[in-house]
């Protein structure tokens, strides 16, 4: 789990709110945390591995590569994955070897190793799912301005520098704050601790925040760039927004389903700490209340690692290719110039053909109209193995239309 309450578990002298959290049940926690995080890591893995049944060709032309979102997509899942690898670590020591636990405390405070492998992992934890909240972040802001400027260049580095130094800088520097002047003698105070959570906290709030307003405009903007091409709003490109708002609603429920509960827990377990006696009849229901969402908490942070890919690819199944080699490339191109004639008939080829239906209406829409259009989107469907929203700005229309002049070309030449 990743929670702050954690590393404030770490100083010997903790608050009687940590103390009381952290030491109800550990056993039992321990084990719901560990589940939670092997299930999550394991089905992750398996969503994210390369499929026999990928996609290649489809009809005369390649596939365009993924755009950058595509990639800042993978990076989160890998960043859940580390995660959840922190948290089976640490919730499998703290199973194995109860007595780490109980060493740190201030009547044994001589072996610092059970601090020093405390607060290394919650480190581990905290820094891959801020790094995640970081990377959800840019992916907002990645899918707006690929729609907003239709501009396909990949700011990929900076998105880099960007996560993994903020999620670097806060990480150190409150860990810093929370362990001043040392570990074993953290310093006492809501004051001194505030800095720790709020360095937690920001990213999360960030993306609870600005990523629906992100989100909502590239919707706009999509829905704009649709009734553009053409002045009218077909049945596809209804299906096409509908999609893209379906998915950027997967992944926002997603983040509020798993981190929400840390915000309410973290709220709870503030008011605790102000009191003078936490264990006074009359704050009954925050403790229960606390107690039932440290443990959702235990549950449910480890699970965004799976229910984030399901939100990026959908179910990708268990068919999983372990084989570098393509050895179905040929059978895909031959296969292709049927599924291209068969279009209005084979449901199996999917809204994969969706995006060779937009690239022939605007060549259609480039014959009429002598003007090219620079932007046309894509989106993948949810049972494609690639089902990630996937925003191409075709410059690659002016490419397939000299394809086509270059055969006619030479049929002509030929003819003569």
């Known amino acids: 789990m990743a929670s702050p309450r954690l590393e404030t578990f770490c100083c010997p002298n903790r608050d009687a709110a940590t103390e009381f959290v952290v030491t109800f049940q550990p056993v039992l926690f321990g084990a719901l945390s560990l589940g939670s995080a092997a299930l999550s890591l394991l089905f992750a893995v398996l969503q994210i591995l390369p499929k026999r049944k990928g996609y290649k060709r ?13 990639r800042i997509l993978f990076i989160i899942s890998v960043c859940d994955i580390l995660g959840c690898a922190g948290i089976i670590f640490r919730s499998s020591v703290w199973l194995g070897l109860p007595d780490i636990v109980e060493d740190i405390s201030v009547a044994n405070n001589t072996d610092v190793w ?9 480190m581990w934890i905290q820094l891959f799912f801020s790094a995640s909240f970081w990377w959800t972040f840019c992916y907002a802001v990645d899918v707006f301005l690929v729609v907003k400027t239709s501009a396909g260049i990949s700011t990929i580095i900076l998105y880099h520098m960007i996560t993994w130094g903020l999620a670097v800088l806060l990480c150190v520097e409150g860990v810093a704050m929370l362990y001043y002047p040392s570990i074993s003698d953290c310093e ?24 629906p307003v992100f989100f909502h405009r590239t919707i706009s903007a999509v829905t704009s760039l649709l009734k553009g091409r053409q002045g009218i709003y077909t049945e596809n490109e209804r299906r096409l927004a509908n999609d893209i708002k379906l998915r950027f609603f997967k992944i926002m429920l997603v983040f509020f389903i798993c981190w929400v509960p840390n915000i309410i827990n973290e709220g709870l377990l503030f008011y605790l700490e102000m009191q003078t006696d936490i264990t006074d009849n009359s704050l009954r229901n925050a403790r229960n209340a606390a107690l039932i ?35 179905r490339e040929l059978a895909w191109d031959s296969l292709s110039t049927s599924v291209a004639n068969a279009v209005g008939h084979n449901p199996m080829a999917g809204s994969t053909l969706l995006y060779q239906s937009h690239i022939q209406e605007a060549k259609k829409n480039l014959t009429g109209n002598g003007q090219h259009h620079s932007d046309a989107i894509s989106v993948l469907s949810e049972g494609s193995e690639s089902s990630t929203i996937e925003i191409h700005i075709s410059s690659e229309l002016r490419d397939y239309e ?9 049929e002509n030449s030929l003819r003569d």
């Open 58 to 70: 489809l009809g005369p032309y390649s596939l365009p590569r993924p755009a950058s979102s595509s």
């Open 114 to 122: 059970p601090e020093v492998f405390c607060v290394g992992s919650a």
């Open 188 to 211: 006492q105070g809501l004051q001194h601790a505030i800095p720790h959570y709020v360095t937690t906290y920001a990213p999360m709030l960030l993306v609870l925040v600005v990523n």
């Open 293 to 327: 969402t440290w443990f959702i908490m235990g549950i449910l942070n480890p699970m965004q690692a799976f229910l984030n890919t399901l939100a990026f690819h959908g179910w990708t199944g268990f068919d999983v290719s372990l084989s570098l080699r393509r050895r």
């Open 402 to 410: 000299d394809v086509d002049a270059d055969g006619e070309s030479l």
